[in-house]
Structures are given as structure tokens and as C-alpha cells.
């Protein structure tokens, strides 16, 4: 076999093998996602921070909600608002019907927030079966803060008698809840109608 035509052979492979290659280099290119279009550029990503500005509330604004807040926290809560040991039962929305209560506070709620510089007012009307002592206070923080208090008061058999206090709270007080006992009760029965605790 001559030189010239060993040389025109090895040209020839080598042409061919390159062919190979550019052809195996485009099936892969194609094979990775380039389409028959002309492929877009991906999307730039820009590293500049955003320029949305959030503006902080000014004082006024801050003022203002918190007299909302306050404003809707001012309000009166009723025998619905409350919570009960078990030996006293609700009639309703009107009252409570307690029998053979231990001597403890046997009504107490409502555990809501009161603003600074609001008075809380609490009345009620007890009706007894026999005679016995009835006392109240107002406490915050789950009973951890006494607020205002309402000393023991002897209560007889017979019309409904009216009792009531206030408090006035120079700070905002959390949990504030207003607590009800009677003492002497043995198998005596009660009634409190018209609970209220009232925010102003």
C-alpha cells in the first residue's frame, strides 16, 4: 500500500471521527433541552436588595390604635361571660343557681385585659334559703393581684338584696376577673341574678 494512500486514509478516518464527535456533541447538547428555536437566555437575577420601603407607624397612628383597643375593651360582661364551681348551675343568661357550695369563691371570670385609668363595676342581686355570708373581690393576673375587695356581708332569707363595688385601675391589668363566694351555707341554696362587671 503506498504512503499517499495510507495518509488519505488516515485523513479520511480522522475526518470522520471528527464528524463522529460533532454529531455525538450535538445529539447531547440537544438531548440537555435546546429546542429547534433558538433558545431565550435565562432570566437575570438581579443582586440588588428590593426597593419596597416598609414606613414605620408614626406616634400618631400608635395612639390611636391603642385608643381603639382600649375603647373596645371598655364594655360590660354578664352571667354568659362567667365560669362556675360545679355546685352552682346557670339559669340562662340571667342567673346563677348554686346548692351546698363549699366556703370558697364559687363564680369567677370574665379573665379579660383592662385599659390603664378604667373603673370596673360589679353588682349583683342574692337571694338565699337560710342565712348566710356573702363576699366578692376583683383580682387580676389569675388571682395573683387583689384589685378591689368586698367584705363579708350577712344575707337573709327574703327579697333579693342588691350588692355592688368599684375600682378604679390606674394601670392596664391582665386576666381580670370578678370572684363571688358565700360562707355558711351548709345545705342552704342561692341565687345571684343580674351579674354584671362592667369596664369604663
Do not use: H
Amino acid at each position: 500500500m503506498s504512503l499517499s494512500f495510507q495518509l488519505s486514509r488516515s485523513w479520511r478516518l480522522a475526518i470522520g471521527a471528527a464528524s463522529v464527535r460533532l454529531a455525538i456533541s450535538a445529539s447531547l447538547l440537544t438531548c440537555f433541552g435546546c429546542n429547534s428555536a433558538v433558545a431565550e437566555p435565562p432570566p437575570v437575577v438581579s443582586s440588588e436588595p428590593s426597593k419596597a420601603v416598609v414606613e414605620p407607624l408614626s406616634a400618631g397612628d400608635t395612639a390611636d390604635e391603642k385608643a381603639a383597643e382600649d375603647a373596645a375593651l371598655r364594655r360590660g360582661y354578664g352571667v354568659v361571660d362567667m365560669r362556675s364551681n360545679p355546685c352552682v348551675k346557670r339559669d340562662g343568661d340571667k342567673a346563677f343557681l348554686g346548692e351546698r357550695c363549699p366556703d370558697l369563691f364559687v363564680i369567677y371570670g370574665p379573665y379579660v385585659k383592662v385599659p390603664a385609668n378604667s373603673e370596673i363595676e360589679v353588682s349583683f342581686e342574692v337571694t338565699v334559703s337560710q342565712r348566710m355570708e356573702v363576699y366578692a373581690d376583683i383580682v387580676s393576673q389569675m388571682g395573683g393581684r387583689t384589685l378591689a375587695g368586698l367584705s363579708r356581708q350577712v344575707v337573709e332569707p327574703g327579697p333579693a338584696r342588691r350588692l355592688g363595688y368599684r375600682v378604679y385601675v390606674f394601670s392596664d391589668s391582665q386576666d381580670v376577673e370578678s370572684r363571688i363566694g358565700f360562707g355558711g351555707m351548709a345545705d342552704a341554696g342561692f341565687t345571684i341574678a343580674n351579674l354584671t362587671m362592667t369596664v369604663r
